[in-house]
């Protein structure tokens, strides 16, 4: 494999300094049914770019997320762009402008394709149809098939399309290359590149080589507790740290 | 030959009247996980203003038994809505006190109407065409049957073209399939959890003003006692599956009339039998969505 460009904001070691963060994270717990599964996280999402979650299985990366979006109980502070949005529900959070693509696509398997997409239309924003079709042409042509009925790849298209319709401030993007062919995964990590251009990521990720592509930025969980912050591509090019933090060992030259 | 079509389409009007109750209690659940225990109340006071409004208006006017139609859909759409706002919403994802409230609110309605329209049933009276028969192959039908039919379909009709068409209506179904991933959009369920309720009281309403016509009496305890069969006709046709609830509305009643005339009066058993072979071969009802 031939070695990934380093970006160059991601100097080893760097560490993004505060009032260039659009989220911020600060203490959170998190459980469900009365079992916590996020014990003590701190995160900042940088206002740039992407920012990677990493993890083993289990380590709570969706929890956090979905206690971000007000989806389980929660606790401890959530800023975004200043304000603090962890007492809100979920869709008053949504209409400030986080967007959210599930771990599991979670389409509406009923409603055609257009219709997941009109109903993610937010009210009052202008909807970014011209972008959605450009990036997924399929879409166009399919949209009037129910959403149910398309092949994993395609329904993962979906549920980006619904992020990226709206101006969202940030979008929180759960595992989106889980299960896909390899054609696809390299599919989805040129529509995240894209957006990350326009709106910052927060990205869980287990394929390191899209990490590696996309990521400036790069937070640790384990046992449900943020251990590492710090640059991407400093994080991944550090072995011991990969063996000891995710379980795999990634080579310096971006052999992951 | 006469007796079973009589049969078959009697059944179909009892098949449309539990229709009417359990297409609301379908969606409620669908949507919000809520077993509406009160929804039968619904049904009865829609019932006893339908009639009340037909009696001031002349009972035996086409006027007036129209005005009871549209009076029970809105005494049953504007009781649902209260309760949903007032009671039921309050209790948002506390799944078992939300149930606790419904029946609580049952109890306490039928003891309301009891106060004020007395525990005797009454008798309604309509248009003299409706307690007429019609015959068709040697049989004799009550025309309130074709009337109850006809009603049914048409509010079966517009609940499909609003889920169908509008904005809300696509919430709905979405809400039915993923209401966290809807509220994750950034819309607020809540609105819809209101509407639903709605049009579930409104279609519990009419059926109560054509309940009362098609049994001859209204009650304080008719709409629960309805209820019973409509929930287990919401569970046959799949939770949440408005087509599921119209197929096994029929299916029910239909065994229901089959049996009380051909097996000695054991319609009711026979309804509970099919109640557990559905559940024991496709625990998700005919229509429902795999668990
Ligand atoms: N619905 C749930 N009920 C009980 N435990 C859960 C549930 N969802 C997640 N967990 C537990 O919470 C922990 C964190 O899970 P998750 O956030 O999905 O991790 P990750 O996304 O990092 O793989 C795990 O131990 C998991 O078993
Ligand atoms: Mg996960």
Known sequence: ?256 | MSEVILLAVTGVGLGAIYFLVASGLSLIYGLMHVLNFAHGVFLTLGAFLGLEVAQRLGASTWTGFAVSLLVGALAGAAFAALTERVLVQKLYNRHIEQVLVTVGLGLAAVALFDGIWGTDPRFPRGPAWLSETTTIGGANIPNIVFVAIISAAAVLAAVVLFLKHTRYGMIIRAGVENRAMVTALGIDVRNAFTLVFTIGGAAAGIGGVLASHHFGYVSPMLGQTLLIFAFIVTVIGGLGSLIGAAVASVLVALLQQFANFYLWGTGDFAVVILLALVLLTRPSGLMGRKA
């Open chain 1, 1 to 256: 494999m031939t070695p990934a460009p380093v970006p160059e904001t991601a100097a080893p070691g760097a560490v993004v300094g505060s009032g260039e963060h659009i989220l911020s994270v600060r203490g959170l717990t998190a459980h469900v049914a009365g079992q916590q599964v996020v014990e003590h996280v701190d995160l900042e999402v940088a206002a740039t770019g992407v920012t990677a979650l990493l993890g083993r299985n289990g380590v709570g990366k969706t929890s956090t997320i979905k206690a971000v979006m007000g989806l389980i109980g929660r606790t401890g502070r959530i800023d975004l762009a200043g304000q603090d949005i962890s007492g809100l529900p979920t869709h008053k959070v949504a209409q400030l402008g986080v967007g959210y693509v599930p771990e599991d696509r979670e389409v509406f398997s009923a409603l055609t394709v257009s219709e997941n997409l009109r109903i993610a239309e937010r009210p009052g924003h202008a909807h970014q149809y011209d972008l959605v079709y450009d990036l997924f042409p399929e879409l166009k042509q399919r949209a009037g098939q129910a959403a149910g009925t398309l092949s994993g790849g395609q329904q993962q298209m979906v549920s980006l399309a619904r992020a990226l319709l709206n101006d969202n401030r940030v979008l929180l993007v759960d595992e989106p290359t889980k299960g896909l062919a390899p054609r696809l995964v390299q599919e989805v990590g040129q529509v995240l590149a894209r957006a990350a251009e326009v709106v910052p990521v927060l990205l869980v990720e287990q394929n390191l080589q899209v990490v590696r592509e996309l990521a400036q930025h790069a937070v640790v969980l384990t046992g449900g507790r943020s251990v590492h912050h710090g640059a991407a591509a400093a994080f991944l090019n550090d072995p011991e740290l990969t063996q000891r933090l995710l379980g795999v060992s990634t080579g310096a030259e971006g052999s992951v």
